[in-house]
């Protein structure tokens, strides 16, 4: 099946900084990528959407100065985790899509997930 | 708005019992429904999904039903094992709202962790 990695696995911050995590599809062009934060033994939030090429889509109560993202290509997104405060500290977790024709949902392919924790 | 309701854990089983996590969904359409379970210490994979009415979902021994007339997608297995111990996720894929827009993306439910003991 299509693979999703994501880079760094696990990163450890201080306040104040900011991190960058990775998300690329390696065996296929991922027209629209997601990204998600997952909470201890609470469910997936989806943070943002984004398609290759344009201005990623944020949720309701989700900052985009804070949260930047972008999917300059069909095999990676980024997300930026800016000005980082111990309230960031997560799991981020990223997925692809491939594009469809006709608009016909199409399995996400999900990373492992990245842990961040800020100090 | 579309959401999915999972039976809150954690379900503790003895190997080789019967296992049920009870899954509801509500949505505009006809979305397709998935279950993901994510190991300890890894990311989310597909179990196993049905993209319309009464599809049965199967892979590893578990199974799933599209329940249109309940709004149901009840994961089950008929006898457990200790490497199944992980979280179980019931997912919706939401409503096409354009190219531009949120796409497709999957809802999820609060999860149910599963503990399976020898």
């Known amino acids: 099946g299509a693979v999703v990695s994501q880079h760094p696995s696990w990163v450890i911050c201080k306040s104040g900084t900011s991190v960058k995590i990775e998300c690329r599809s390696l065996?296929?062009?991922?027209?629209?990528m997601f990204w998600y934060r997952q909470f201890p033994k609470q469910s997936l939030m989806l943070m943002a959407t984004?398609?290759?090429?344009?201005?990623?889509?944020?949720e309701q109560g989700v900052e985009k100065d804070k949260f930047l993202i972008n999917h300059a290509s069909l095999t990676l997104s980024t997300l930026t985790v800016t000005s980082a405060h111990p309230e960031d500290s997560s799991f981020y977790i990223c997925?692809?899509?491939?594009?469809?024709?006709?608009?016909?949902?199409?399995?996400?392919?999900f990373g492992p997930g990245t842990r961040l924790t800020v100090t | 708005g579309d959401s999915v309701t999972q039976m809150e854990g954690p379900v503790t089983l003895s190997e080789e019992a019967f296992l049920t996590i009870n899954c509801t969904y509500t949505?505009?359409?006809?979305?397709?429904l998935f279950w993901y379970v994510q190991y300890p210490g890894e990311g989310l994979q597909l179990l196993l999904k049905?993209?319309?009415?009464?599809d049965k979902g199967s892979n590893k021994g578990f199974e799933a039903t599209y329940r249109k007339e309940t709004t149901s997608f009840h994961l089950e297995k008929g006898s457990v094992q200790v490497s199944d111990s992980a979280v179980y996720f019931c997912?919706?894929?939401?409503?096409?709202?354009?190219?531009?827009?949120?796409?497709?993306?999957?809802?999820f439910g609060k999860g149910t962790k599963l503990s399976v003991k020898p």
């Open positions: 997925s692809a899509r491939e594009h469809s024709a006709g608009g016909a949902p199409v399995e996400q392919y």
């Open positions: 065996d296929f062009q991922a027209t629209t």
């Open positions: 984004s398609n290759e090429g344009s201005k990623a889509t944020y």
């Open positions: 949505a505009t359409g006809y979305p397709s």
């Open positions: 049905a993209t319309k009415a009464d």
């Open positions: 997912a919706l894929s939401g409503p096409l709202r354009g190219y531009g827009g949120s796409q497709g993306n999957l809802i």
